[in-house]
Nanobody, 116 residues
Framework: QVQLVESGGGLVQAGGSLRLSCAASGFIFSTSIMGWYRQAPGKQREWVAQITAGDIRTYMESVKGRFTISRDSAKNTLNLEMNSLKPEDTAVYYC??????????WGQGTQVFVSS
């Protein structure tokens, strides 16, 4: 079955960095569109970044220049490098997989807390 397991979250001071990872299995990772979403307390889940099978990357405006999404198809891993973190980046971060011709799948999330 499909599994998406996020890791790398934690507590960091404003201006700091974190690297999130998502270990994927149970589907064809290399041809899937992969993405990161986040949900802050009391807010709706929002899209953060996406990477296509062809490594085309897109970002929400507020993280451009600070976050970098990447994929390692040899290891079936999706990453999110987060730099210059701000308190407003505090959220649960979710990995999402959109395999070609299939429904989307979600991980269980990893908590990121940025202190001011």
């Amino acid at each position: 079955q499909v599994q998406l397991v996020e890791s790398g979250g934690g507590l960091v001071q404003a201006g700091g960095s974190l690297r999130l990872s998502c270990a994927a299995s149970g589907f064809i990772f290399s041809t899937s569109i992969m993405g990161w979403y986040r949900q802050a307390p009391g807010k709706q889940r929002e899209w953060v970044a996406q990477i296509t099978a062809g490594d085309i990357r897109t970002y929400m405006e507020s993280v451009k220049g600070r976050f970098t999404i990447s994929r390692d198809s040899a290891k079936n891993t999706l990453n999110l490098e987060m730099n210059s973190l701000k308190p407003e980046d505090t959220a649960v971060y979710y990995c999402k997989a959109a395999p070609f011709g299939e429904r989307a799948y979600w991980g269980q999330g990893t908590q990121v807390f940025v202190s001011s």
